[in-house]
């Protein structure tokens, strides 16, 4: 690891050089100022490929500090390729920065499809890694009318596409990337969330910043402000349901809880198995349980 | 009679346009297109009134710039100059100055328009009953169970079979998209429709009972609209007043009637005598 952080001392701490990450800081601050708004920034080219969370990465490397303590998640665990990449990266180019795999003890988590099931706190930012920044673009595949759709908070072919959904199968059939309409105004794609943590966006004590590095956006959903999913009234937002057949919740294979996002995987003798998505998460309900 | 639109002066220019544009184009001359700058006077100097619950006609060959008077009303296109005002009850909307907020709102909640062809209307990627709920969404209809009832309503309303109202409006026939169209412009009871050549291409009994639902949800709603065609068929059986246009100028207008049975102008006596 030494021979390593020498060979990078030409680099400057967070790898990107200040002007870049004075320019994503910007970038954030407007995108908090205007919640929802998807705000264009230059996006730099990294040492990996667009789409593994240069978006993301680059919001890290921005407003991370020496003081800083990182978490990397990827789909709810610390210890799947895109998570142990981005970490060692990160640990790499910014010296004197900790890591850790505990929810409560970072103070800046970047994640890839999920947002932790423990409640985030106010000294806590949340990055998100966004592949497609744009709700609308399902609906208009030119991005001039969609900016003016935007500006006119003109939703209503978003909700035509749910009115279909529910037509053909009596219920929205989106699974993740739910279109949430931010502080009243602007509809944003929450990055590949499922629909069970859209309603953690609402009232959100913690910053959750959003970037999409191959689109050349950034966008926020601000502390304490509203996130409400798109629905018809009679026809109200739910979250994915954990039950089985006869209605009983399941529970996590591993820690028994039965609060959480469960995965499904395939078990030794081919029948399914369900554990916990959030592994930080199930280790410490695991911890409760025993103790 | 209450007034619900008045267009003064209007003139719409494709192309730079050059300051002798208006003067060197126009029936007299037989030509629309500039001699000094080539550019096209789709319309020019045109006014018109309209009142709560009456259709006008408005009657020329292709290229009279028929369509491009409707268009700028409904802000397709963006007029070269003129004023439109169109009145709500007790508000005013000075059509041409509005931004494109304030446009938008008036197309979604005041106006309503029916396209010759049913693909510049209609959404074809999405059903006949989510084409007609978009319109009832712009309109701030939240509710799943009432915006199925009233597109199911609407679709009885134009006899478009409601057991089809979930299906791609591609699989109907030219009537019954249209019927769709005009289901889905009628869906928030707009006091204002135009309604672009709509039955233009439609066999004769498509045609009789399209003009005769048109006419039905006049008496019914009280709906003001402009009629765009150059059918006089058509403008005998709904217009009440006509305007007859002619390279961009109105050349006549007055009562359909007097304008059919005594035109004035030599275009309009042609028009009439043409006439199968």
């Known amino acids: 690891m030494t021979a390593m952080r020498k060979a990078n001392a030409a680099y400057p701490f967070g790898f990107l050089d200040e002007y870049a990450k004075k320019e994503v800081r910007r970038t954030v601050l407007k995108a908090i100022a205007i919640p929802g708004y998807q705000v264009p920034y230059s996006s730099r080219e990294m040492p990996m490929g667009r789409g593994f969370g240069t978006g993301g990465l680059q919001l890290t490397l921005s407003i991370i500090g020496e003081d800083d303590t990182l978490k990397v998640i990827d789909q709810g665990s610390d210890d799947s390729v895109n998570a142990v990449n981005l970490r060692s990266f990160i640990e790499m180019t910014c010296d004197g920065i900790d890591t850790t795999d505990i929810t409560d003890k970072a103070n800046l988590i970047q994640s890839r499809h999920r947002i932790p099931e423990k409640p985030l706190r106010e000294d806590q930012i949340i990055v998100l890694q966004v592949p497609y920044p744009d709700p609308l673009v399902v609906v208009e595949p030119s991005e001039d009318k969609r900016k003016i759709m935007h500006g006119e908070a003109d939703y209503s072919r978003l909700l035509v596409k749910l009115y279909e959904d529910i037509v053909k199968f009596d219920e929205i059939t989106i699974s993740h990337r739910y279109p949430t309409c931010i502080n009243g105004h602007y509809v944003i794609d929450p990055s590949p969330i499922p629909r069970w943590d859209v309603p953690k966006l609402h009232q959100s004590k913690a910053l959750v910043l959003l970037g999409a590095g191959r689109e050349k956006k950034i966008y926020a959903v601000p502390p304490y402000t509203d996130a409400e999913p798109l629905a018809f009234d009679d026809m109200p937002f739910r979250v994915e349901s954990f039950n089985d057949e006869n209605g009983q919740r399941r529970c996590c294979d591993r820690c028994g809880d039965d609060t959480s996002f469960l995965d499904e995987f395939d078990g030794q003798g081919g029948e399914k198995v369900y554990q916990c998505s959030d592994s930080d998460w199930c280790r410490e309900q695991s911890i409760a349980k025993g103790a | ?276």
Not at chain 2, 215 to 241: K, Y
């Open chain 2, 1 to 276: 009679m209450e007034k619900i639109l008045e267009v003064r002066n209007l003139s719409k220019v494709f192309g730079k346009g050059c300051p002798n544009c208006f003067e060197k184009t126009g029936p007299e001359l037989n030509t629309n297109i500039c001699p000094d700058c080539k550019s096209v006077v789709a319309a020019h100097d045109l006014s018109l009134d309209l009142y709560k619950g009456e259709i006008l006609g408005i009657m020329g060959e292709s290229g009279s710039g028929k369509s491009t008077v409707v268009k700028n009303l409904f802000f397709d296109q963006d007029p070269t100059s003129g004023h439109a005002i169109f009145y709500d009850d007790d508000k005013q909307y000075d059509l041409f100055s509005l931004n494109a907020a304030q446009k938008r709102h008036l197309r979604n909640h005041h106006f309503g328009m029916v396209y010759q062809n049913p693909h510049l209307g209609l959404n074809f990627g999405i059903s006949s009953g989510g084409n007609i709920a978009e319109r009832l969404l712009m309109n701030d209809l939240r509710n799943y169970k009432e915006i199925r009832e009233r597109a199911r309503e609407l679709l009885e309303r134009t006899e478009v079979l409601t057991e089809r109202m979930d299906e791609l409006p591609k699989n109907f026939s030219g009537g019954m998209q249209q019927r769709v169209q005009i289901a889905k412009a009628l869906a928030i009871n707009p006091p204002m429709l135009y309604l672009d050549e709509v039955t233009t291409g439609l066999d004769l009994s498509v045609q009789a009972k399209i003009l005769d639902l048109i006419l039905e949800i006049q008496q019914e709603m009280n709906t003001a609209m402009i009629v765009v065609t150059h059918d006089l068929g058509v403008v005998r059986l709904l217009a009440g007043r006509t305007i007859v246009m002619k390279y961009g100028r109105i050349i006549e207008s007055g009562l359909t009637d007097q304008i059919l049975e005594d035109p004035q102008h030599a275009y309009t006596q042609r028009l009439v005598a043409s006439a199968l």
